[in-house]
């Protein structure tokens, strides 16, 4: 998701979109871990969108 999108929603939102991406991270992990995931770089983007969350919420 880019910047722009996340600067456009509310607070609420934002908050309500961290704890799902981290969830679904988890989830990610132990996919990695139990060899279910194909695609390991959707890991780093879900890493990136969660900083870029937090970076928003913190100004």
Do not use: C
Not at 3 to 12: H, I, N, S, V
Not at 17 to 46: M, P, V
């Amino acid at each position: 998701m880019k910047a722009k999108e996340l600067r456009q929603k509310t607070e609420k939102e934002l908050d309500d979109l961290l704890i799902d991406k981290s969830h679904k991270l988890g989830q990610f992990k132990f996919d990695l871990a139990s060899k279910k995931l194909k695609n390991i770089r959707q890991i780093r983007e879900l890493r990136r969108d969660i900083a870029r969350i937090k970076t928003i919420l913190k100004k």
